[in-house]
């Protein structure tokens, strides 16, 4: 899987809006839209946001498994 799809995935999972999960990192809606869509990557900042917004590691993000 690809980050935007590991994102989308644990967002679902948690039952957040697309909206709710934005504002809680600090980007707009639309940015998010397009990390999601691979379209564009999040900075390393946003990205550990977005992992602890979700409650996940950045590693489960980037699809890493620990060995």
Do not use: F, W
Request: aromatic fraction near 2%.
């Amino acid at each position: 899987m690809t980050l935007g799809e590991n994102i989308r995935r644990k967002r679902l999972e948690y039952d957040i809006e697309q909206q709710e999960l934005a504002q809680r990192v600090g980007i707009k809606n639309a940015m998010l839209c397009l990390i999601e869509h691979n379209k564009r990557k999040p900075s390393l900042d946003t990205l550990k946001k977005l992992a602890d917004a979700l409650h996940c590691s950045v590693d489960e993000l980037l699809g890493r498994k620990a060995s």
